[in-house]
């Protein structure tokens, strides 16, 4: 039986928002995504839709090299192959498709993510956070077995995953593929259009608040 290859990433950047959730769970991460593509250009979560404001926020394909990450390129990362069957492989890519068709229409949930933390699932239609999103991806296509609800899992529990090893442990902008996909963003916000520089502002705002 051939075998093909999922990533999980998990992260921490420098935003008001993780910093809350690592202070409460008391771990280093905490954000999960995943991928089906060995670049990491494409990776799916729940998280900002626009990188620069905390909201509005939902379902998001996301870009290890631009975004949220490039504001914050020195924010750690691990990388996690798993191996999967071709059979999960198609589930997983089934279910992920399914979101990517009206990606509009799922919002991210604060309210699950609050009582996550005093260990309260919290389950509304089209509503989730990112570990709650990954591990339902991967409940679905039968790759991850728990007795947990994904209402209840944060992004650190998915290390329980089986089949999985260790690609990279390390700074964002030290990944060996960054230099060759990242894009330049060091620029001053006097030299941009006033949307461009309200973003630059933005970026810049919410290392602080």
């Not at 290859?5 to 690592?22: C, E, P, R």
């Not at 589930?91 to 498709?97: A, E, G, T």
């Amino acid at each position: 039986m051939s075998n093909k290859d999922i990533y999980i990433i998990f992260s921490k950047t420098g935003t008001l928002f993780s910093n809350v959730i690592s202070f409460f769970t008391q771990k280093e991460f905490a954000h999960t995504s995943i991928s089906l593509d060995p670049t990491f250009q494409t990776m799916y979560s729940f998280g900002r839709i626009n990188p620069a404001y905390v909201l509005p926020a939902g379902f998001v394909e996301e870009n290890l090299y631009s975004g949220v990450y490039s504001m914050f390129p020195e924010s750690k990362c691990l990388i996690y192959k798993i191996s999967v069957t071709t059979e999960q492989y198609s589930s997983l890519k089934k279910y992920i498709d399914n979101f990517l068709i009206d990606k509009s229409k799922y919002k991210y949930s604060v309210l699950g993510t609050a009582t996550l933390l005093f260990n309260k699932p919290t389950k509304r239609e089209n509503y989730y956070f990112c570990s709650q999103f990954v591990a339902e991806a991967l409940i679905e296509a039968g790759i991850y077995k728990t007795d947990k609800l994904p209402e209840l899992i944060r992004p650190m529990d998915l290390l329980e995953l089986e089949n999985k090893s260790l690609l990279y442990s390390g700074k964002i902008n030290e990944y060996p593929l960054y230099n060759l996909y990242s894009t330049d963003e060091s620029y001053s916000i006097f030299d941009l259009p006033h949307s461009l520089a309200s973003a630059a502002y933005g970026k810049i705002r919410n290392r602080f608040i």
